[in-house]
Nanobody, 120 residues
Framework: QVQLVESGGGLVQPGGSLRLSCAAS????????MNWYRQAPGKTRELVAL????????NYADSVKGRFTISRDNTKNTVYLQMNSLKPEDTAVYYC?????????????WGQGTQVTVSS
């Protein structure tokens, strides 16, 4: 059974840090581009960070550049999002996404989301 399970969310004060994890099962994560999205109340889901399957290139939304770091451990079939210097506007549900495209073959999987709340 294909699954993505996020963990590591919670309540943190402004300026604090959290590390989100996304563990994959039922497929090999290394073949997929891995993405972290977030969705705040009343807003559309936005892409926060991605890491490619080959080479592990990364890219970030301007709002999190320099504060967030995405990484992957293919031996553990897990991707991470290290979030530092958190701001109240980072409050959202964070979703892990696995994306696979090869020719006409596409697959995408989503996790259930983990809540991150930044508040004093």
């Amino acid at each position: 059974q294909v699954q993505l399970v996020e963990s590591g969310g919670g309540l943190v004060q402004p300026g604090g840090s959290l590390r989100l994890s996304c563990a994959a099962s039922g497929f090999t994560l290394s073949s997929y581009t891995m993405n972290w999205y977030r969705q705040a109340p009343g807003k559309t889901r936005e892409l926060v960070a991605l890491i490619t399957s080959a080479g592990g290139s990364t890219n970030y939304a301007d709002s999190v550049k320099g504060r967030f770091t995405i990484s992957r451990d293919n031996t553990k079939n897990t991707v991470y999002l290290q979030m530092n210097s958190l701001k109240p506007e980072d409050t959202a549900v964070y979703y892990c996404n696995a994306d696979y495209k090869r020719g006409f073959t596409t697959r995408t999987y989503w996790g259930q989301g983990t809540q991150v709340t930044v508040s004093s």
